[in-house]
């Protein structure tokens, strides 16, 4: 995604306008974001991110999702809180008509004295950068420093005066409006605008032109323009333009939040799955390696107790072995039925020598058998249970589901966190007299079948996969069971579907019964069994179409 100069100087304009003279009650940073709070309801974001650059407002849910996800604290942040928080903003404005942004604070510092500090933040893709200086444009700090050895026209380092980048060429926007041809490019009008612009003179009288892009220069209210898509670049002109694609948002600030927080959100999702996904595949991969381990152990053990029978058949039978045999064939009557087994001999050791040598070769492999078995059915429940966990995860489009996810798992790094305050994560739907509760985790689910579900409540579970719990209630009062045909029971099946591994199959066997005839797994967080079982196939599909996308 991209942006014009057009919408630096947009959100330049609706900044002044809703938030000067506004104290900032807030300041928080991640490697390449900043959120400044103006009260509890005003935030504004900026994003540093090679892609997802630039600025938009942020919801407070969307906050606490990049707040969670902020591994790393820049000293950045810090520097701005310090001269930031508890200023007053007195001025946003656009710097030489480019993607550059500048805020202006003032901060009372006793005695009647202000200090006047400034944000610059530098919208230019890879080459973004956000800085901080004084009232003289000295820089106090820089988020990304370009010093002299870069051999860079600019240096951009704590100390120096603050020097924008190589200015844009061509005309000014008012002389463009005073002489609206296009001979060359316009300082303030991005690249995808000039050019669509310049194709629109074809269509349009001149006067059409000249009467919108004044329109443009003077409006100091961007919600009378029209936010569109020009290829990926997000733009704004008084109407939508040939080839143009409307962009929601009443304002530049909300139709930037499709270019900038939302994908950013996206894409955190998507990264913190593939990590969570790769750490529990490593913890599946260790698992699988110690049970190899162990069987490579438990044979060596099996081998021990077949050599120790040898020598044991040996010195039973030693009498009737001839001398020098190389193999013998003797009977097991400890076996039943009794068995013949064939031994191989050294001809040069006597029966009793040679059940010695099996003998050794048993001690050597000497291993109790029974703790072996124990670890590989402790291991067994580790990999089922983390089988359960990468079906979750794989499952999850919620960054806030997939941060809880990796808390309550200690797969933050950290000791897994204790959520006694907090109820398990569950989803909840009603529609048409009944009520469906959805297991979003291992304790969701518990939680669903064993905690508020009724003994007469349908419990649905998508078969021999893994996958949530559904509970399905009736609220009107009737007692009659629900009907396989009945709308709120494929409902449930749907939903069942939808959160499992076969979610993005086209048709899903779903199992169902009542609450009654399921009990829970012993030592499981939420493994069930269940009978009196019966099946739907149902769309996974079908519930978003009944209930509408909002979960």
């Known amino acids: ?142 988020l990304r420093p370009i010093h002299p050895e870069s051999q860079n026209i600019r240096t951009v380092v704590p100390g120096a005066l603050y020097t924008p980048p190589s200015p844009v060429s061509g005309k000014g926007l008012i002389d463009f409006v005073n002489n609206p041809f296009f001979d060359q490019p316009v300082a303030g009008l991005g690249k995808d605008l000039f050019e669509v612009l310049k194709k629109a003179a074809e269509i349009y009288p001149p006067e059409t032109i000249n009467k919108s892009v004044t329109a443009f220069l003077d409006s100091g209210k961007t919600s009378v323009m029209r936010f569109q898509w020009i290829r990926k670049t997000l733009t704004l002109f008084p109407f939508i333009l040939p080839g143009g694609v409307p962009a929601e ?25 593939k990590d969570l996904l790769a750490m529990l595949e490593r913890k599946l991969k260790g698992i699988r390696t110690r049970e190899k381990g162990l069987e490579t152990q438990k044979k060596k053990a099996e081998e021990a107790e077949y050599y120790k029978r040898l020598g044991k058949l040996l010195l039973a039978w030693q009498h009737s072995i001839p001398p020098k045999a190389l193999e013998v064939e003797l009977t097991d009557w400890e076996k039943d039925p009794p068995e ?143 009907s396989p045909d009945d709308g709120r029971l494929l409902f449930a099946a749907s939903l069942a579907a939808y959160y499992s591994k076969y979610r993005g199959a086209a048709k899903v066997l779903v199992d169902y019964t009542e609450r009654k005839h399921v009990t829970p797994m012993k030592g499981s967080t939420a493994g069930a069994t269940y009978n009196h079982g019966r099946s739907i196939i149902v769309s996974p599909l079908l519930w978003k179409e009944v209930y509408g996308d909002t979960h």
């Open 340 to 482: 013949v087994v064939k031994i191989k001999l050294d001809p040069g050791l006597s029966p009793v020598d040679n059940a010695q040598t099996f003998f050794r070769e048993a001690k050597k492999r000497e291993i109790p058998l029974r703790p072996i078995d124990t670890k590989l059915r402790s291991l067994e429940k580790q990999a089922e249970s983390l089988r359960g966990m990468i079906s979750e995860v794989k499952n999850m489009d919620n960054l806030q589901d997939l941060y809880d996810f990796a808390e309550d798992t200690g797969l933050t790094g950290q000791a897994p966190k204790k959520r006694t305050d907090k109820k398990p994560p569950f989803l909840r739907f009603e529609l048409e007299g009944a009520m469906v509760l959805v297991g979003k985790n291992e304790r969701g689910n518990r939680h669903v079948t064993f905690d508020l579900a009724k003994g007469s409540d349908f419990w649905l579970h998508a078969k021999d996969v893994p996958g949530s719990h559904v509970i399905l209630r009736r609220l009107d009062g009737k007692d009659t069971a629900f």
């Open 1 to 142: 995604m991209a942006f014009g100069p057009e919408m630096i100087r947009a959100w330049s304009k609706e900044i002044s306008s809703k938030l000067e003279g506004k104290r900032c009650t807030g300041v928080e940073s991640g490697t390449d974001w900043t959120v400044l709070n103006f009260g509890p309801e005003e935030s504004l974001f900026f994003s540093l991110h090679h892609k997802h650059y630039g600025c938009c407002g942020i919801k407070r849910i969307e906050h606490e999702y990049l707040r969670k996800t902020a591994w790393k604290k820049p000293r950045f942040g810090e520097m701005l809180k310090k001269y930031v928080s508890g200023a007053r903003l007195s001025s946003a404005v656009q710097v030489a008509s480019d993607r550059i942004l500048k805020l202006s604070f003032d901060k009372a510092i006793g005695a009647g004295f202000r200090q006047r500090t400034h944000i610059i933040f530098e919208f230019m893709a890879h080459r973004s950068n956000l800085l901080l200086t004084d009232e003289s444009d000295r820089i106090l700090e820089v």
């Open 249 to 273: 948002g009443r304002d530049a600030l909300e139709a930037s939040r499709s270019a900038v927080i939302i994908p950013l959100i996206e894409e955190e999702t998507v990264k913190l799955k």
